[in-house]
């Protein structure tokens, strides 16, 4: 973080957390990619967009508040599914670029019911899915 | 993934990759996001973005290779450094706009010096560094 520092190597004091949002390297829709990773056992859940007013929303309430893309609107993970995201940590990479969030997640992370999103696996020249739904989404979403 | 199935919860048989690299939503610059996970720990090490050509090169040669934004070109992690990341598992995200690798990172994933990327840790209303750099990034780029 050049602004916090010369060195990236040293230790600056404690920032200001408004600073470095404003420090973040929003994209040209003022978003910032979040991965989501449950905390304990280390699945990578998630990724999805935050802005600077999600991510104070999550740290104020500690209930993960993403940015919906496609609905133009936040997106309290868990609204409507019930499957809810708890913050325990927010961090940021060293180019402010990148949000990791260690989260609680309530059953499924993702809209097709699965534990995770990431179920498309390659497998030398095909694609392959190796996960099963923990939940029907009719179930889900009903 | 609607393309294949109508039915998202239902596992297709495996697909041709190609045709799933086809059906990626890269961005307006030809990106996608590539999150990098420490295969065997768990840890998040870092994300970074990667192309068509640089993910078929991952997959061909198991040896990383990302896309510099900043450098416009390809970004074979550790050229420079040594700090290779060699690929266990590829895998996409429901709705195919995100990539998750499996790696064995060596050494440090971070330019600072530092095993991954995510050391700004949000505590109450500040942000702090609670990670120390495994190697001095003088060094790595020596």
């Given at each position: 973080m050049a602004a916090a520092s010369s060195d990236s190597t040293a230790a600056p004091n404690a920032q200001a957390l408004s600073s470095v949002l404003d420090q973040l390297k929003y994209n040209a829709a003022g978003l910032i990619p979040a991965i989501a990773q449950q905390y304990d056992s280390g699945e990578v859940l998630m990724m999805a967009w935050m802005n600077r007013a999600s991510i104070e929303e999550t740290?104020?309430?500690q209930r993960v508040c993403y940015w919906s893309r496609s609905r133009q609107r936040f997106w309290r993970k868990g609204e409507s599914s019930g499957q809810t995201q708890t913050l325990k940590t927010l961090r940021f990479?060293?180019?402010?670029d990148t949000i990791l969030l260690a989260v609680?997640?309530?059953?499924?992370?993702?809209?097709?019911?699965?534990?995770?999103?990431?179920?498309y696996k390659v497998e030398d020249d095909s694609?392959?899915?190796?996960?099963?739904?923990?939940i029907d989404p009719d179930e889900l979403y009903a």
């Open positions: 740290l104020r309430t990479d060293c180019d402010l609680d997640q309530q059953g499924a992370a993702c809209h097709t019911g699965r534990r995770d999103c990431f179920f694609v392959i899915i190796d996960r099963v739904p923990l």
